[in-house]
C-alpha cells in the first residue's frame, strides 16, 4: 500500500511544478481545479518549503536552487501604494509566471492581493532558511557566497534588525503576516515568527561572508542569544510555571520586579486548570507587556524544537504533552494548528466575525495535514518516533481517499474543511517529506539542518 500512495502523492508535487524559461522554479500551491482562492495557482513561499525539501533529499537540487534565485530577482517588483515603497529586503508572499505575446513573465505578490492586504514578515526567514537546507544537501557553498545572495541576505538584514521602540528581542509583527494569514489576535511576538527569526539569525550567521560585514555578524550574534534566553524564560509554560504566574504580583515597578512583563493572573483561561500534566509543558503562542496569549500554536512549537530554540528538557516536556493531550493536540487528523479555538464574543472581537474562522476550522482550531512534517522532525529530534510515527499512520488513511485536501474542521480533525482545497500541494509533499524522514533519520545531513544551537 505505502508504495502506490507515496507514487500518488509524488504525482501531485510533480503535476504541480512551475516552469520559467525551461527550468522548474517552484509548486503552485493547490492542483483543485475548483480552488476556491484564486492566488492558489501560484507559488508561496511558505507552502513551497516542504516541496523543496522533498526535493533536496531526493537529491534534486536545481529546482531548489532556481526558487532561490528567483525570489531573489523579483523582490523588486514591489507595488508601490501613494507613493510608500517598502524595504528591498522585504520577499513576496507568492508568484506566478504569465505569459503575454508570447513572453514569459515572473509577477510577484508583497500581500497586495492577499486577504487583509498584509505584507508577509515569514517569506524572508523561509527564504534564508531553505538557503541554509539547500547548502547542507546539495554543498553548494559558492552559491550562498554570491555576490547577489550576500546583498540579499544583507538587506534581510537591515529590515529585520532596524531598532525600533520595542526592549524585547523578539519581532513585534501584524496580524495576518504568517501562517496564521488572517485576523485572529496573533498581532504582537506570535510565537511561530521568534522560531522563524531565530531559524533566520543562525543562518545569516552562518552564511555572512566574513570582513566587511563583521559589525553586522556580531548584531546578528548578540540578536540571537538575546532571542533565545527571552524565549526560553519568558514564553515557556509547564506546571511550575503557571503556578508562579497565578501568584504573581502585579503593577511591579523598578529592577527587582518579578512580573517584568507585567501579567495578570487573573488572564489565566480556566481552560488550564488541571489540563497540564506534571511532565508537560509548551511555548505560548505570544507574549507583550500585560499579555500572555496562552493558546498553543502548533507551527511554532514545532519550529522552535527543531531549531534549537528550545532547550533539551522544553523538547522532552513539549513532546510528552503532545502524548498526554494527543486527541486536543493532534486529534484523528494531524496536526492541529492552534488550541483551543476562539467563539463567542472572543472570536467576534479577534476575528471580526470572519466566518472561515469560526471554532475548530481553519486557522482557528483547524487541522493541517501539511503540518505533520514539522511535527515528525520535532519529534524525531527528541528520540520520540513513535509519536512522529503514530501521526503519520492516523494521517495517510485519509488524506489519500480525501484527494489531499488543504485542512480539516471538528474538535478532533474527523472532518473535511468546509471551504478546504483538495490536491493541496504541501499535504501530499508533507507525506512524502515525513517518510523520507523516517527513511533518513539518522542522516548526518538531516541532523545538521534542524540542530540549531
Not at 494521517?395 to 473535511?416: C, F, P
Request: glycine share 8%; charged share 20%; net charge negative.
Amino acid at each position: 500500500m505505502a508504495k502506490p500512495l507515496m507514487g500518488r502523492a509524488r504525482e501531485v508535487i510533480e503535476k504541480a511544478k512551475i516552469r520559467y524559461q525551461g527550468k522548474v522554479v517552484g509548486t503552485v500551491a493547490s492542483m483543485d481545479p475548483q480552488r476556491e482562492a484564486e492566488n492558489y495557482s501560484e507559488c508561496f513561499v511558505r507552502d513551497f518549503v516542504p516541496c523543496a525539501l522533498v526535493f533536496l533529499m531526493d537529491g534534486d537540487f536545481e529546482p531548489v536552487k532556481q526558487f532561490l534565485r528567483t525570489v531573489m530577482h523579483i523582490r523588486n517588483q514591489q507595488y508601490v501604494m501613494a507613493g510608500h515603497t517598502r524595504a528591498e529586503g522585504l520577499m513576496p508572499a507568492s508568484f506566478k509566471v504569465t505569459e503575454q505575446d508570447g513572453k514569459q513573465q515572473l509577477i510577484a505578490d508583497f500581500g497586495e492581493r492577499a486577504i487583509g492586504r498584509v505584507a508577509p514578515v515569514d517569506s524572508a526567514m523561509w527564504w534564508m532558511i531553505l538557503l541554509h537546507a539547500y547548502v547542507q544537501f546539495s554543498g553548494d557553498r559558492d552559491f550562498a557566497d554570491d555576490p547577489q545572495v550576500q546583498q540579499t541576505i544583507r538587506a534581510i538584514l537591515s529590515l529585520y534588525l532596524q531598532e525600533s521602540f520595542e526592549t524585547s528581542p523578539a519581532m513585534l509583527v501584524p496580524d495576518g503576516s504568517f501562517m496564521i494569514d488572517r485576523r485572529m489576535g496573533v498581532y504582537g511576538h506570535p510565537l511561530e515568527i521568534q522560531s522563524l527569526f531565530y531559524g533566520m539569525l543562525f543562518t545569516a550567521e552562518k552564511y555572512l561572508a566574513p570582513g566587511n560585514d563583521q559589525s553586522l555578524l556580531e548584531q546578528v550574534q548578540k540578536r540571537r542569544r538575546a532571542l533565545r534566553t527571552y524565549v526560553r524564560l519568558f514564553y515557556w509554560l509547564d506546571k511550575p510555571r503557571l503556578n508562579e504566574i497565578h501568584r504573581y504580583r502585579s503593577e511591579q515597578f523598578g529592577p527587582d520586579a518579578e512580573n517584568l512583563l507585567n501579567i495578570y493572573p487573573a488572564s489565566i483561561p480556566v481552560w488550564l486548570d488541571g489540563w497540564f500534566p506534571a511532565d508537560g509543558g509548551y511555548f505560548v503562542g505570544n507574549l507583550g507587556p500585560g499579555r500572555m496569549d496562552f493558546r498553543y500554536f502548533s507551527l511554532g512549537n514545532m519550529l522552535a524544537v527543531s531549531f534549537g530554540l528550545a532547550t533539551d528538557e522544553q523538547a522532552d516536556k513539549l513532546m510528552r504533552l503532545h502524548e498526554h493531550r494527543w486527541m486536543d493536540l493532534i486529534g484523528e487528523m494531524p496536526v492541529k494548528i492552534c488550541y483551543p479555538a476562539i467563539s463567542g464574543t472572543q472570536w467576534q472581537l479577534l476575528t471580526g466575525c470572519d466566518p472561515k474562522n469560526v471554532a475548530w476550522s481553519y486557522h482557528n482550531g483547524g487541522h493541517w495535514p501539511c503540518l505533520l512534517w514539522p511535527f515528525a522532525a520535532a519529534a524525531l529530534r527528541t528520540g520520540r518516533r513513535d509519536l512522529a510515527q503514530q501521526a503519520y499512520s492516523q494521517a495517510i488513511h485519509s488524506v489519500d481517499e480525501d484527494r489531499w485536501q488543504e485542512y480539516y474542521d471538528g474538535k478532533t480533525g474527523a472532518l473535511i474543511g468546509r471551504r478546504s482545497n483538495a490536491f493541496q500541494v504541501w499535504t501530499a509533499a508533507a507525506i512524502v517529506l515525513t517518510q523520507l524522514m523516517f527513511e533518513r533519520e539518522n542522516d548526518v545531513v538531516f541532523s545538521g539542518l534542524f540542530t540549531h544551537q
